[in-house]
């Protein structure tokens, strides 16, 4: 049994009861870790509440442009949208965490790491994985997943031991945000059918009323500047947070199959994520070639599966990294985003390396399609299908 263990510590209730139940229950030495990863005023007071808590140390770490440019950078550009909807808000930041503990525990002589993850949730597969991954020799220590206890109960074991936590019995809500989105579940949202309460929006409130344009520019895939103003990318997600954010758009609401096998309802808010991922495709539907686009196309969801179950740390991400870098090549251009209440669309894009060829594609005089070449292609094309009509199909029953 590990001695001493690094707990992913976010501050929230799970984890703020894990430090002393663990020190009691399982007599381990626990440091946290507390990471920044761009969520808004959520690590404050994380200091006093770890260390309250009775754990022998407390590190605090800016991840925020690490996050930005080796975990957000690869999303956008694979298109990863899992399930066609979700942006992975809360399964990318995970593998940074676990990099970071690892780091920490090789830096404390710690032989475990813990995480408070509940045991039908994905997080524990992100985290454990990860783990086995990078460092297979640490013990993983899993405490929510084994003391039974209740949401109610944790609140209640706080209250007992002086422990400061957010939650109440009265508002249930489970809220995980980073710089990519918010995640809230529990209490109301636990009814497939019931509407998300207005007062879970926070990234998304309605304050902008008058339209606007936004000029997004991406280069080799990665988005550069924001109306022509160069920015790094952990700058440019927040500002697009809070003006996208602004005009009530960005959310989700789905039931998604989690990892263990559950369908589990999910509110999400990710206004630079969505306008992000949107701006990127429509962007790559001028700059790259058809059928490496039909290819891609067909890899993001494989790829968007393959982050959501854990695998981040994996030979499969790194070989659809390789495949996905190349296809980038050309990716670079603006896309114009238009913004109205409840309402973001793209309104226009140009890249210097655009396939779209105005001679090819217009249907006025300056048309250089050469029209009389379809006639044979067509022939050719359609021949397949005509032979097996003949003989097995419609038109075989004429003869």
Known sequence: MAKRVVLAYSGGLDTSVAVRWMIENLGLEVICLSADVGQEGTLEGNREKALGAGAMAYEQLDLRAEFADEYLAPIIKANALYEKQYPLVSALSRPLIVKHQVAMARKYGADGIAHGCT??????????VSSMALAPDLELIAPVRNWGFSREDSIEYAALHNIPVGATKEKLYSIDDNLWGRAIECGEMEDPWAEPPAGVWQMTQLTATQPREITISFDQGIPVALDGTAMSLFELIMELNHTVGAYGWGRLDMVENRRVGIKSRETYEAPAAL????????????????????????????YAEMVYDGLWFSPLRSALDAFIDSSQEFVTGDVRLRLEPNRCVVVGRRAPKSLYDYGLATYDSADRFRHADSEGFVRLWGLGVQTWSAVQGPGSQSS
Not at 287 to 302: C, G, N, P, S, V
């Open 119 to 128: 045991g039908k949730g994905n997080d524990q597969v992100r985290f454990e």
């Open 275 to 302: 306008a992000l991922m949107m701006a990127h495709a429509d962007l790559e539907a001028i700059t790259l070639e058809r059928d490496l686009q039909r290819e891609k196309i067909r890899l993001e969801h494989r």
